[in-house]
């Protein structure tokens, strides 16, 4: 008995790492081209017939250092099935280093055709490289080549330049350096992670350690100026770090300030000279609370000790507001006495990582939603009867500057209502209790909103905020066919920037099939959720339903009252990133629901054996997302 209790403990083994190879084996095949730049095809305008003792050269404009991996060139055939030999040559500082005979009865008409290197070419920028084609025929031959107006490098046909253009042609670049270094990491961080599953570490450790890891990869894969409007979210950084909490009006209601020209991102000078200053104008970062910076500040005054570097103090700004997010997010995943794995799930999300990495105060808001959220549970659910001072202190300061980060997020706020009254002692106590916390977010925020209204102007043409706030004060139902008519219009754009669809400043766009995948993976943990640890509190969902409802029309209402042109159709400037820190509150709601039909039927709790693969499976996923945010910045985008 016990030795077929051993085979069947390796059968499981063998099972968990073969489904792991195959699961990770997405990443290793996505990374195999991942490295490559190749040239934008090239815009063909006359064709060049070869005749017998033609020859074509054609100069390559290579001025990296990296590796030359292939090679492209457009041919015609006239629809014809051509006899002979096709000789092209690849030269380096005039010497033959690659050589290629082709069957010119292969070839398709009016298409690139591949001329791959067995052994990569190390180039250097010192160096020449050109490539040379000529033809030996026999019959009715008529192949040609496709030259275009666009220039490429010189070209030559037998031995005279072309007037314009070059010879259609594409080249192939891989840093194989990088794509070594880059899969020996990830080879390894799949390795320490699937040897830490099948030894059933402890799970919130687990996750706590691929958050982190996640969040550096992201960092260093991330160039700084990257994420939406992250220069200008330094420049409001750097002038709360000088003291200014309150931008000064500039032209009127633009708000800005002087600040050194050193900042700019296109200033020639990377270290900061306080007599040589210009004024920036930030007038959308106004709007923004100062606790909103307070993580990235903290870096940036730091920083500034020791520095005038602007990148070092750029980075050290991204840090810490990472460092914070760290502390927060780590925080919610020890404290959460359910749905931990989901809570972890949106906190991966690339999205998600990619603002905590950022300057901009998203990644805070993010964290500190979730530290918040899973405080609240934890001291709701706690077997401790009564509140202590400090828990309601910590909920108070949590709530005021969560409020304060963003106005649509202090519905979050109303998440204390969950909390049993009991547990704040008699009813005096838990009205005091919940109204003033409440009451001191929406006050401030008020107080915050007064200040910061003297910055709204026209960010874009058509927007009049006062008529727009009395038009939906006067006609809530058309108001309300606007947002569901754009939920309906524009619903995939909302989920596809949550997930990650787009990355950069939406300017970069990760494997089509990426974003379906997480989402699919998301429901699947969230519907397939095993049975919860406690009961249920009588009014959890009611708050949800409340905070989830009123987070969404709060975010579209701000953005149609400050982003889109007056009585518009459709609601302009949402992004899926808004709604992460609602994200948690439906999924809840999925999960208590299926919950009270499991304990109806009398489920019982089981080991999850899913847990091993769902790890590998977000690696994976975010692992092509890096990949492909890598191809971008080497193509020089």
């Not at 961080?189 to 691929?210: K, Q, W, Y």
């Not at 209601?253 to 050193?262: E, Q, T, Y």
């Not at 706030?469 to 619903?491: A, C, H, N, P, W």
Request: neutral net charge.
């Amino acid at each position: 008995m016990e030795k077929i209790r051993a085979l069947l403990k390796h059968k499981d083994i063998l099972l968990s790492v073969l489904l792991f190879l195959f699961i990770i084996s997405f990443f290793f095949v996505h990374a195999e081209h991942s490295f490559d730049v190749t040239d934008e095809p090239m815009d063909i305008q006359e064709a060049i017939m070869l005749k017998p003792g033609d020859k074509i050269v054609q100069e390559l404009n290579i001025d990296k250092d990296t590796f030359l991996t292939e090679i492209q060139i457009q041919f015609g055939t006239y629809d014809k099935k051509n006899k002979g030999t096709l000789h092209v040559q690849l030269y380096e500082n005039g010497r033959s280093t690659v050589h290629w005979q082709l069957d010119t009865a292969g070839l398709i008409d009016n298409t690139y055709h591949k001329f791959p290197l067995d052994t990569p070419l190390k180039t250097d920028h010192k160096n020449s490289y050109s490539i040379h084609i000529s033809e030996n025929f026999r019959g009715d031959n008529a192949i040609a080549v496709w030259t275009s107006l666009e220039t490429r490098g010189a070209c030559f046909y037998n031995g005279m330049p072309l007037k314009k253009g070059s010879l259609c042609h594409q080249v192939t670049l891989t840093d194989l350096d990088l794509q070594k270094k880059v899969v020996l990491v990830s080879a390894v961080i799949f390795s320490a992670v699937a040897v830490l599953l099948l030894f059933h570490v402890n799970e919130t450790l687990l996750m706590s350690g691929i958050f982190v890891l996640l969040g550096c990869i992201y960092m260093w894969a991330c160039p700084l100026y990257m994420a939406p409007d992250e220069e200008t979210h330094f420049y409001r950084a750097f002038e709360i770090s000088c003291g200014d909490l309150t931008s000064p009006h500039i032209e009127g209601k633009d708000g800005g300030n002087v600040l050194p020209s050193a900042l700019s991102y296109f200033s020639d000078s990377d270290t900061i000279d306080w007599e040589d200053t210009k004024c920036f104008i930030f007038t959308n970062m106004s709007l923004y609370a100062p606790v909103s910076y307070l993580p990235q500040v903290t870096g940036i005054k730091i920083a500034r000790f020791f520095t005038d570097d602007v990148p070092t103090i750029f980075s050290a700004g991204r840090w810490g507001n990472f460092l914070v997010s760290i502390f927060l997010c780590l925080s919610a995943l020890y404290l959460m006495p359910f749905g931990k794995k989901i809570l972890f799930l949106i906190m991966t999300l690339p999205m998600a990582l990619q603002e905590m990495i950022s300057l901009a105060p998203d990644g805070f808001t993010i964290s500190l939603s979730m530290a918040f959220t899973a405080y609240v549970f934890h001291v709701s659910y706690s077997s401790r009867e009564k509140l202590r001072k400090r828990d309601i202190a910590v909920i108070a300061a949590l709530s005021v500057t969560l409020s304060l980060c963003k106005i649509v997020y202090i519905v979050l706020v109303l998440l204390i209502f969950a909390i049993p009254n009991k547990k704040f002692g008699m009813k005096r106590e838990w009205m005091w209790a919940k109204s003033g916390i409440l009451g001191a977010s929406v006050l401030l925020n008020l107080l915050w909103l007064k200040i910061s209204s003297g910055y709204l102007v026209e960010f874009t043409p058509g927007v009049d905020t006062p008529r727009q706030i009395q038009y939906i004060l006067s006609d809530m139902g058309t108001f309300y066919g606007t947002v569901i008519r754009s939920v309906i219009e524009k619903g995939d754009f909302y989920i596809q920037t949550m997930l990650g669809a787009l990355m950069g400043a939406l300017c970069i766009e990760t494997t089509p099939s990426l974003w379906i995948a997480f989402l699919v993976f998301l429901l699947f943990e969230i519907l397939n959720y095993k049975r919860l640890e406690v009961i249920p509190h009588k009014w959890d969902r009611t708050v949800m339903s409340l905070i989830t409802l009123g987070g969404v029309g709060l975010i579209c209402t701000s953005l149609y009252v400050q982003w889109t042109p007056f009585k518009d159709q459709i609601i302009e400037g949402i992004q899926g990133r808004y709604f992460i820190p609602l994200f948690i509150f439906p999924a809840l709601l999925i999960i208590y629901n299926n919950d009270k039909k499991k304990r109806d039927t009398r489920y019982i709790i089981t080991s999850d054996a899913r847990g091993r693969y769902h790890y590998m499976i977000l690696l994976t996923l975010n692992g092509i997302t890096i990949l492909d945010m890598i191809q971008y910045y080497l193509a020089g985008a």
